[in-house]
T-cell receptor, first 112, second 113 residues
Framework: DAKTTQPPSMDCAEGRAANLPCNHS???????VYWYRQIHSQGPQYIIH???NNETNEMASLIITEDRKSSTLILPHATLRDTAVYYC?????????????FGGGTRLMVKP | KAGVTQTPRYLIKTRGQQVTLSCSPI?????VSWYQQTPGQGLQFLFE???????NKGNFPGRFSGRQFSNSRSEMNVSTLELGDSALYLC????????????FGPGTRLTVT
């Protein structure tokens, strides 16, 4: 079972920041938080990952709370092309492999 | 660098038949994973291969099988197709056995009639 809880859907105005929350209250010390998104009819796309520090790349920022029980993915200036299902996943970085367990995700609708 | 390619992109089969799907990972990537996506069950992990060895397997019946070749290309096979096997089958590749990032292909849309 997925170890994360996300709202099923969110709306965001184009040009505004999209803040997507994720609850992972049972996260273990060796588990990372990953975000992927899936644009309609395409394969999922990796966005960002983090362990405990906040992370930023060209696509998004990831804010992880100090207790690591929740996180927020931030798309600073959402565009219509950011409309997608966003998945928050927790898994360890170890010899167990690369398997991802997807939950239901958040369907983000960016509106003009 | 070319992305993950999957063939065929679309496929229609009849119940009881078998099907083979192919995945070519990004050049240099040695790990390949397969996922099934359906409207009812969402994205579910099927299996993962690294260096021609299956490392992990999801909770699917034995009708679902896969393999990886020495060039890292992978195939998955579904025998005795059922209507419920209609789904989008996604392949993902990673550089190593343990990687932060996985790169997904566009998927193969399988319809079983």
């Amino acid at each position: 079972d997925a170890k994360t809880t996300q709202p099923p859907s969110m709306d965001c105005a184009e040009g505004r920041a999209a803040n997507l929350p994720c609850n992972h209250s049972t996260i273990s010390g060796n588990e990372y938080v990953y975000w992927y998104r899936q644009i309609h009819s395409q394969g999922p796309q990796y966005i960002i990952h983090g362990l405990k520090n906040n992370e930023t790349n060209e696509m998004a920022s990831l804010i992880i709370t100090e207790d690591r029980k929740s996180s927020t993915l931030i798309l600073p200036h959402a565009t219509l092309r950011d409309t997608a299902v966003y998945y928050c996943i927790v898994r360890p970085y170890n010899n167990a492999g690369n398997m991802l367990t997807f939950g239901g995700g958040t369907r983000l609708m960016v509106k003009p | 660098k070319a992305g993950v390619t999957q063939t065929p992109r679309y496929l229609i089969k009849t119940r009881g038949q078998q099907v083979t799907l192919s995945c070519s990972p990004i050049s240099g990537h040695r790990s390949v994973s397969w996922y099934q996506q359906t409207p009812g069950q969402g994205l579910q992990f099927l299996f993962e291969y690294f260096s021609e060895t299956q490392r992990n397997k999801g909770n699917f019946p034995g009708r679902f099988s896969g393999r990886q070749f020495s060039n890292s290309r992978s195939e998955m096979n579904v025998s005795t197709l059922e209507l419920g096997d209609s789904a989008l089958y996604l392949c993902a590749s990673s550089l190593e056995a343990v990687s932060y990032e996985q790169y997904f292909g566009p998927g193969t849309r399988l319809t079983v009639t």
